[in-house]
């Protein structure tokens, strides 16, 4: 038996940790606060068709086949954990405002269609008759019903669960680089948005992209939260309403601070603002929590996931589909650890970097 120590608790981390163990590896996860940061933050959208760029079609197509691993990976998950694994099977509604976002819809929708992913077009009755509480100004938009989402927090919970029934030792300290309490074995870093001061092979290969995001939750009388995920161009601005049990995760800004994890006023005004033009009753909820987390963004959003020198392996990078992109990653990371390649387009030599 081998051992292997993964730096970070995050879902990354959790996943590969409990993948490794249940292929024999000895593992012990470091982390000072396992299962908070980003993951804990995060608004748990399994969507790589409404998360799909022009000229990121890589990651969609790693997007789409972490998506197919993911009910399997959650039924899995919770009989191991003994508790559910928080996935909600329902899709998304994509909606939009003014003609502008609808010409933004359309633009994406005819991208998707060229790629042989065709995405249902609505007009605002028939997005209205699939969420009834969505609001006058929605003048159109997308059905995805492939496009879930997850409980993050449950997640998490059962990712720990099962990871230490499975055998893995979680020490709840932080690991340096040459620290030398680690048993001569493998190391894996998972450290989100903090890798790239762990290995000079991730120097300015990832940076944190600060994302502020609301939990509400739903007060009785209040309109009912809606079933599926609603995602929403309103003026320009991208916001997303994900129903988690009793309420709702708003989201999400963008921007980069370095590591401030602050969420702030102007923020928080945005993203009320523009989810109440989606959804008018939301007004009734209660604003249960804003918080900010730090997403690990990578040169080319593709996460990171490969070895980096002889004892050391990464998975990292996950841009904004940490969540989506977990049972994949832990995949190739267990895949890595049994002696197999990972695909170049997540391979750290992408970047020249590797043998550092
Ligand atoms: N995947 C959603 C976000 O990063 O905000």
Redesign the pocket.
Known sequence: MEDLVVVGGGVIGLSCAWRAAQAGWRVTLRDPAPASGSSWV??G?L?PVT?AWPGEEGLLELGLESLELWPAFAEELSAAAGQPAGLHPEGTVVAATGSGDRAELDALAGHLGRLGRPVERLSGRELRRLEPGLGPDVRGGLSVPGDLSVDNRALLAALRAAAEKAGVVVEERAWEPGDTTDAAGFVLICAGARSAALHPGLAGLVRPVK?E?LRLTHRHGAFPVPTRTVRALVDGRPV?LVPRPGGLVV??T?SEHGFDTEPTVGGVRDLLRDAERILPGIAEYTLAEAAAGL?PGSPDNVPIVGRLDGRTLVATGH???GILLAPLTARLVAGLLAGAPVPPAVDPARFGRTGT
């Open positions: 995060a608004g959208m969507a998360e994302g995001i997303y989201g999400a963008q997403r841009s904004r589909n």
